[in-house]
């Protein structure tokens, strides 16, 4: 399992997927993370720049967290195979817990507090 995790800083989660160009990509087996690389997209491959239709550096996730998306990108996931997850937590390392967990909401809008 392919877990992305926004992250435009490179320490925290992003709370605008459409325009983030950093994420954390996790690499997960048998439930535990085995493995995490930072991916940095030139600002024309940021969901929000790029077109559905095209290529992307993120086709093959299973999964996106952010602290905030719109019903757009969620349906270009779904497109992708992915499914979008909304948190609260600001720690990458601990979203991706949670999401394995399964404390996570799935869908759009924006993170109102509660896992």
């Given at each position: 399992m392919k877990i992305a995790v926004t992250s435009q800083n490179r320490r925290t989660v992003t709370s605008h997927a459409g325009r983030c160009r950093r994420?954390?990509?996790?690499?997960?087996?048998?439930?535990?993370?085995?493995?995490?690389?930072?991916?940095?997209?030139?600002?024309e491959q940021s969901f929000h720049e790029?077109?559905?239709r095209?290529?992307?550096?993120?086709?093959?996730?299973?999964?996106?967290?952010?602290?905030?998306?719109?019903?757009?990108?969620?349906?270009?996931?779904?497109?992708?195979?992915?499914?979008?997850?909304?948190?609260?937590?600001?720690?990458?390392d601990g979203a991706v817990r949670l999401l394995l967990d399964g404390l996570l909401t799935e869908g759009a809008g924006h993170a109102d507090g509660g896992h």
């Open positions: 994420f954390w990509i996790y690499a997960v087996e048998e439930g535990a993370v085995a493995g995490r690389e930072l991916l940095d997209l030139p600002r790029s077109r559905a095209d290529p992307h550096p993120l086709d093959g996730i299973d999964a996106l967290i952010s602290q905030g998306m719109g019903e757009g990108l969620i349906r270009r996931l779904a497109g992708m195979g992915a499914r979008g997850y909304l948190t609260d937590e600001s720690d990458p």
